[in-house]
């Protein structure tokens, strides 16, 4: 069955678990220390970062492992959160693409560097547990985008779509699938491979109503959904 792989945070929805959950018990955590707000943020991020220059992609988006082996402080894994929150940070377009696809037989999968712990309970929040086929993590696999394994944990993946480069575009097109770009990309240096500079998506789109206009207006460039 042709399926069609999205990332999760800020693509499909703008980041649930990093805003109603993770930052805002760091910084809960900052202000008992009573240390400057941001400074955990950001020595984990930079911690994180020294994992991934080392190789260790995995490691470099497990927050809770750094905050509790390096900071000294326990991050839980979040709660189920209010399904009207999450509902709130579901970007333009996604609800309407993703229908597009389960209506034409097309299965969905995830791929994203978000551990499962981090994903899931927003998944379930908009009832999208249900609706993808795959939900493919870090913790799962043992590595992260743009590793292609990531995306060779999917079986008869079509398509990738994604907002970041280095991360999705580069991701999908190592593993031999056909990319979407969403929106600009990041204007800040993205964590990257630094093998992997040379890459520029099969198409781009501002949004996911410009996904829906491609499937709609070019269906030649993607067969599989007249199967
Ligand atoms: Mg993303």
Redesign the pocket.
């Known amino acids: 069955m042709p399926t069609v792989g999205f990332?999760?945070?800020?693509?499909l929805v703008a980041?649930p678990y990093g805003r109603l959950f993770y930052r805002p018990w760091v910084t809960a955590r900052e202000l008992e220390a009573g240390v400057e707000p941001g400074t955990y943020l950001r020595k984990i991020a930079e911690i994180g970062r020294r994992y991934w220059r080392r190789g260790q992609w995995r490691r470099a988006f497990d927050w809770p492992a750094i905050a509790r082996e390096e900071l000294g402080f326990v991050i839980p894994d979040p709660p189920a959160p209010d399904p009207d929150e999450v509902a709130a940070l579901v970007r333009p377009g996604a609800r309407d693409v993703l229908g597009f696809l389960l209506e034409r037989g097309i299965q969905l999968a995830l791929v994203?560097?978000g551990m499962t712990a981090f994903q899931i309970p927003y998944l379930q929040a908009l009832g999208w547990d249900r609706l993808f086929r795959h939900v493919v993590t870090p913790d799962r696999v043992g590595t992260a985008k743009p590793d292609p394994r990531m995306f060779w944990a999917v079986e008869d993946l079509v398509l990738f779509v994604?907002?970041?480069p280095w991360?999705?575009t580069l991701g999908a097109k190592r593993a031999g699938v056909p990319a979407v770009m969403v929106g600009p990309g990041p204007v800040r240096e993205d964590r990257h491979d630094p093998f992997g500079r040379a890459v520029s998506p099969d198409f781009r789109v501002d949004d996911l109503y410009g996904l829906l206009d491609l499937f709609r207006t070019r269906p030649a460039a993607f067969p599989w959904l007249a199967r």
Not at 7 to 11: A, Q
């Open positions: 990332d999760f945070d800020d693509t980041n994203t560097n994604g907002d970041r991360h999705d």
